[in-house]
């Protein structure tokens, strides 16, 4: 699955209604800090956890 598309999954199901108890909130809420290059960091974070939840969950369907 495309990391971008499962970040936005993830974040579709959570936002507003569960987002403290989002299982990216963690890479979500960090400080990014300054520039492009940190920018890029956080949206690999991000992404990266995504991808993992939605990969676990699926094994444990």
């Given amino acids: 699955m495309d990391k971008i598309k499962s ?4 974040c579709r199901e959570n936002y507003k209604t569960n987002c403290h108890n989002c299982p990216v909130r963690p890479e979500c809420v960090v400080e990014i800090g ?3 290059e940190a920018h890029e960091k956080w949206v690999a974070s991000v992404n990266g956890a995504a991808e993992r939840y939605l990969s676990e969950r699926e ?3």
Avoid at 7 to 10: C, L, R
């Fill in 59 to 61: 094994n444990i369907s």
């Fill in 34 to 36: 300054a520039g492009q």
């Fill in 7 to 10: 970040a936005y999954i993830v």
